[in-house]
Structures are given as C-alpha cells and as structure tokens.
C-alpha cells in the first residue's frame, strides 16, 4: 500500500482577497476618467495651448494608471512544503549556482566570498550541488579571495549544520554583538573559534586587495601572470571537487575570453558563459543565479525552488522561479526609494495571478532546458534535428551538444547532475569559454540570455514568456536572498538610469512584449503588465511637461486649472487626495511607514526627470547612431565612504549631469512661487486664480526638497557649482520662453 504522503502536493496556490483594493482601482479609475472627460470637453473654452498639453500629460499617466490596475488585479501567493520532497524523490535534481562578480573594486572580493559561503552552506544534498563564479574582471585578487574561502569553507558548512545556524553569510552571522544561544554543547568554543578564523580570512583578503599581503604568480596563481584586465584568455579552475559525495559542493571559477575588440555583452555574456561552462562540466537540470551580494539568507531557498519547480503536473507552470529583492543594509524608510518593498510585493503576487513574475537578475531558478530555448510543446521537432543544425545552434563542442540534447529530452527528475570527476572536463569548458565561441550561432538570440540590452534579465524572462512558459514568485519568511542596496543620490541613480536604459531597448526591439503578445505566446494581459516597466524610460517626458506648467503659469499669469471657487476644482483635488491615500495605503499594508510612502514618492519624481531621462536620451542618441550605451556597475561597497558614514540617509551630489535638470527645476520653481506669492499678495483676484498653480509649484519643489536643501549644503551634500551653473542657464531659457508667451 502507497504511503498517502508521497501524493501531498509539494505547493499550493492561494489567491489573495483584494476586494477593497479593487474597489480602490475603480473609484480611482473612475475620477481619472472624469478629469480627462471634463479637460477635452473644456478645451474650446479654455483653448487649446496649455490645457491640451495638460490634458495630453494626464492622458499618459491614466494610461500608466490602468496598465497598473491590470498587473495588480488578481494576485497570488505560493505556499511551498519542502518537508514533502524526501518523501517525493529518492535522489534530489542537481542544481548548478552561479555567482556573478565584474569588478573588485566596485564589488569588494570579500562580498563575493560570503556570498559564495552561504550557497556552499544551503540546506540541500551536496552531491548534487555546484557552485561557478563568473569573474568578469578576470582578477588574481577575486580567485586568491576564494581559494582561502575554500579552506574556510571546510570549516564553516560544517559549523553551520551541527548547530543550525540560520544565516550562512558570515559577515551577516557576525555582526551581531551577541553570542547567538544555542544548546549544544561546545557551540561557544566553536563559534569564538570560527569567528578568529573568519576575521584571519578577512584580514587575508583585504590585505591582498591592498597588496599588504603578497601572493605569487606562480602555481594556482600562474594563469594571472600575462593577463589584463579585458585582454585575457579564458580561465577555468576548479577550486572544491565533491568526489566522496559527502564533501562540500563542487567550487569553480570562470573568467571567459576578454579581448579588446571583441563584444563581451556584458552580463549577459557571462551568464551565457556560465550556462556553457556547467553544461560540460556538471550540466545539471536546474540553475540558480544570484548576484555577488545577494546571499543566501534563507538555507532552505533551494528545497522550496524545487517545490515550486517540480510541484506543478506541467512543467509549462513553472518555467523559472523567482524570489524577490531584499536588502540587508537597507537603510530606514528607504530615503533612496531603491528597495522598491511595494512594487515587488504588489507586482510580483499580482502578475502571478497572469503568466507569472518578471525574471530579476538575481535570486533565480531556471530550468536548464528553456535557456536552451525549448517550448512547452517542441521536443518532438527537437529530436528530428541533425548534428549540423545542433551545431548551428549550440556550437562546435561534441560536449555541449551532447549534454544540451540530454537536458532538452529528459523530464526533470530523471535528468543528470553533477558528476564527481569535473576536473578533467576543464580543457573543453575552456573552448567554450571562448569568446569567438558564439560566432554564427544561437547564443545571445535564440539560446541563453539574450543580448541587445542592459536588462538582460528582463528581456530574457520575457522570451522565455513568449515561448509559453510560467513563471511562480517566491516569497518565503524569512527572505530568500538578502543583498546590497545602491546608497546616497550618484549610485542610486546610475542604477535608474541603466534599468531604464535596458527597459527602453527592449520596448523598441524586435523583442518587444507588444510583437510577442501579436505573433508568440506572450497573454495579452502579461504583455500589458511588461509595458508599464518598459514605459519607465518615456515617463520623463509628460512628467517634466507636467512639472513646469505651474511655473510656467506662474511666470505668465495664465492657468492650467479651474478656479479654486468652482466646483470643477473639486475633481483634480478629489482625484489627487484619493490616489495619495491609495498608495499611502500599499506602503502601509506591506508594512513599511508613512514616511517610507513619502521618500519613495519623492524619489520617483527625483528619478524620473533625472536618471530616466538620461536612460531615454541615452537610447535616443543609440537608435539615431551617434552613441552607443554603456553599462556601468553599482558599488556594491560603500561602508568606507565618509558621507555615508556621516549621514548615511541624506541625499549626496556629484558633478554628474544628472543633477542639473532637477537643479534647473527647483531654480524655476522658486522664481516662480516668488512671482506668484507677489501677485497673490497684490491683487486678490490673482490668488483665486492661481491657487491650483500655486499649490503644485509649491509640491514641486517638496519632492525635489533634497536638491533644495543642496543648494545650500556643503561637500557630497551640496550641489557642485559647475552643475548650478548649468542649471542656471537651463532656467534663463526657460525664462526666456515663458517672457516669448507673454508676448504672444
């Protein structure tokens, strides 16, 4: 007789209650409407200059507004059972993790190296585990930093299982001031002694970096002694090799092929690299990659990926899974407004009530199988193919072709995993490390994470989307995976500007959610919700208009609202009080403060008409030829900066120009206000008239208070002369249009 707990499911679907948040949508809905309604009808008595273009701004942000509503409309959360597994299988699916690193001085070795600690230390079978390090910065400092790791490893998997320990990143585990309790005996001895050996591989490292520590170019180091950095070959070692099976999970580090002049494709490169890498060398069914700061913080993530991966009757439902991002160093109430708590929470449970969650970058499960391409419904033609078109599509390695075909025909738990002899398998992970290797196949197209964007993430998720596949969203408590949130304004909104920058190639390549919805099997309503983050890049453009007109105004004695004494004021006041308290109530729902709702209002203004516009003008300048974007890495470190330090929540400046159309902003508004206090103390007529005005400038320069404030403020905290200056002049123009329509 069958034990009744094998037929258990491993997940449940569970759909969320959200009527009053849907009767939210509505009445909201229902004001836009009339606010646009009553703007067109208005337009032949308050003509057709200011109040069109009014009319045409607030008609692009209900258009943003409703393709909201349709990702929040029916959410979805996933409860997985990872105790039901070992009752399920007798041998767990392999599961290969990759870790991506670029630059050690942005991404400090030591950041890696906990990282990298933690997946080693997860709750899961270590035979069928194997850990890459793509190291894209080819540098001797990243591997010395892990081959110490790897001594300290030995010590630490072992430390974390006898007592249970909860976090594995060792930084993390450490930083608490007190003796974590525990019963077993011998654990203080042991914890104080695992804490001097971790604080020795510290001092290891950082003395490296800083070259206090002199380590050879000879031996494991030898292969670093004729590199650069972007001109290197490839290299392959194999640090950990599980060969008893109880040992610790395979480590191996991959720095592919740099040569100057060859595309490298950024992460999206590395990634493909490492999918190539661990097909010849471990090819297990499933992958996980995470960014080199995103540590494991929950040691049974990857029991519950499996549950959702392999808890579904159809693989189709489950395509790949993906955990949200949390921070560690996430400062109080968010004043960067980077953690983005609330679109993740809302979004993410929300379209997986659709086709399922966006892929993320990091905190991923994929199956191996739809990287390679495969739709839902396509083994059958696969089989039918000959070794010349395999080649055509994989590449000139036997090796790669054998075990690609392998994990395209299996089902999932009968496919193959690591093998406990890698180490002769490196000469072929070094072919295809190369990078020459891709030429005149599907790599970076049809295959792998696709290239012609920054968001490779994105544009890779939806692909995989277009082919038929779901995806499930993985929220356990406590988080999955917990990384580094970009601080201060110069890295907060460089990461803007690359995601909106990527987004805005995806929205006009041939990749487009809109062509996948018309000609693939992207659902209509999951191509909706791709566009409004794909439209973050155009948002500048209303957003900005929208800005200056109270100035604009203000400076010209015209309007652009109804007079406060009439009922029609009553509609945008009504309007703009209703979506405040709405969002107001999302942030506090998921548990965040009134005044974390504030900073993510404010910085969303501050990102827009900064680092999104220069992520549109960024692809502008790409699409007509005379640039090309570039991608630039976020530090990941910023412990050691005295600003930070200092006041680590208020906003910082450079002379970075992202910063002067938010300076030239703030110089209007308050020429503005100041003509418009002066006219509404004047003339009482005036007040009646511009109070709408009045009260938006006046919010205007709320949200832009920081750059307010940096007028004024000293060091990292004030805005640089060189950005006034040209802020400034932005604003004399402005001016000088404003006196042009006074004229007319």
């Known amino acids: 007789m069958s034990d009744p707990s094998q037929k258990l499911p491993l ?22 409407l009339s606010l646009l309604c009553y703007r067109f009808s208005s337009l032949t008595t308050h003509g057709y200059g200011l109040w069109l273009l009014a009319s045409l701004c607030e008609s692009c942000f209900a258009f943003v507004w409703l393709l909201s509503v349709n990702a929040k409309w029916n959410p979805v959360i996933y409860i997985t059972h990872p105790e039901r597994l070992s009752k ?49 910065g080819g540098s001797p400092i990243t591997y010395y930093a892990l081959l110490q790791a790897s001594i300290f490893a030995k010590l630490w998997v072992p430390f974390c299982k006898k007592y249970n320990v909860r976090v594995r990143a060792p930084f993390a585990y450490f930083s608490k001031e007190v003796l974590e309790p525990n019963k077993k005996s011998g654990f203080e001895t042991d914890w104080k002694n695992m804490k001097i050996e971790y604080e020795e591989l ?215 995993g690591p093998s406990s002899d890698i180490s002769g398998r490196t000469s072929e992970a070094v072919q295809v490390a190369a990078c020459t290797y891709e030429n005149n196949t599907e790599w970076g197209n049809e295959i792998g994470w696709v290239y012609g964007s920054m968001t490779e993430d994105i544009l890779t998720g939806l692909r995989i989307h277009a082919k038929g596949w779901r995806s499930v969203y993985l929220d356990p408590v406590p988080p999955a995976f917990l990384g580094s949130a970009p601080m201060g304004g110069p890295a907060s909104l460089t990461q803007y500007k690359r995601w909106v920058t990527g987004l805005l190639e995806v929205l006009f390549s041939r990749n487009s959610p809109i062509f996948a919805t018309l000609t693939k099997k992207l659902c209509f309503r999951q191509c909706m919700a791709y566009v409004i983050i794909n439209l973050w890049g155009l948002r500048p453009i209303p957003e900005i208009c929208y800005a200056l007109l109270p100035a604009y105004c203000l400076l010209t004695n015209t309007s652009f609202w109804p007079k406060a004494s009439s009922q029609e004021f009553l509609l945008p006041v009504t309007l703009f009080t209703t979506f405040k308290i709405y969002t107001l109530g999302e942030y506090l729902h998921c548990g965040l403060s009134v005044r974390a709702w504030w900073n993510n209002q404010r910085m969303q203004r501050i990102s827009s008409q900064t680092a999104f516009l220069f992520g549109f003008l960024s692809v502008l300048l790409k699409f007509l030829g005379i640039s090309e974007t570039a991608f630039e890495v976020t530090r990941k470190d910023q412990s050691g900066s005295d600003a930070y330090t200092e006041d680590p929540g208020r906003f910082t400046f450079d002379s970075s120009p992202f910063f002067v159309p938010g300076t030239a902003l703030v110089l209007v508004h308050i020429a503005a206000l100041g003509v418009g206090t ?67």
């Open 11 to 32: 997940q449940e679907k569970v759909p969320v209650k959200n009527t009053i948040h849907r009767l939210s949508d509505l009445l909201i809905s229902f004001l836009v």
């Open 88 to 136: 399920r299988f007798d041998d767990l699916p392999a599961v290969d993790m990759f870790i991506t690193t670029a630059d050690p001085v942005l991404e400090p070795p030591i950041v890696t190296v906990n990282t990298m600690l933690s997946m080693l230390a997860a709750e899961y079978p270590t035979h069928r585990l194997a850990c890459y390090v793509s190291d894209d």
């Open 202 to 416: 510290i001092r290891k490292i950082e003395g490296a970096a800083k070259g206090y520590v002199p380590y050879h170019m000879d031996g494991e180091l030898a292969a670093f002694s004729n590199t650069e950095k972007g001109n290197h070959p490839s290299i392959i070692k194999v640090i950990l090799e599980n060969k008893k099976g109880d040992d610790l999970p395979h480590l191996i580090y991959v720095a592919r092929e740099k040569r100057p002049k060859h595309p490298h494709h950024y992460k999206a490169g590395a990634m493909n690299v490492l999918t190539r890498v661990s097909g010849v060398m471990t090819n297990a069914p499933f992958m996980l990659n995470v960014d080199c700061d995103m540590f494991v913080n929950n040691p049974e993530v990857i029991l519950q990926g499996m549950c959702l991966l392999l808890g579904f009757s159809k693989e189709e439902m489950s395509g790949f899974v993906q955990a949200p991002q949390r921070f560690y160093d996430g400062l109080k109430d968010d004043p960067f407004g980077n953690q983005l708590v609330v679109l993740q929470q809302i979004m993410g449970l929300g379209i997986g009530g659709i086709q399922g969650p966006f892929y993320g970058g990091t905190g991923c499960f994929h199956r191996r199988k739809i990287i390679y391409g495969t739709s839902p419904e396509e083994e059958k033609i696969r089989d039918e193919r000959s070794y010349e078109e395999l080649r055509r599509i994989y590449g000139s390695s036997k090796e790669l072709i054998v075990s690609a075909e392998n994990i395209t025909s299996r089902s999932t738990p009968g496919s193959p």
């Open 678 to 744: 002066k006219k509404a103390v004047v003339a009482t007529g005036e007040l009646v008239w511009g109070l709408g005005e009045l009260a938006c400038s006046a919010m205007v320069l709320l949200y832009f208070w920081p750059f307010v404030r940096g007028l004024f403020g000293k060091g990292s905290f004030g805005i640089p002369w060189d950005v006034i200056w040209k802020a400034l002049l932005l604003g004399f123009m402005f001016l000088l249009f404003c006196g042009l329509g006074v004229h007319s």
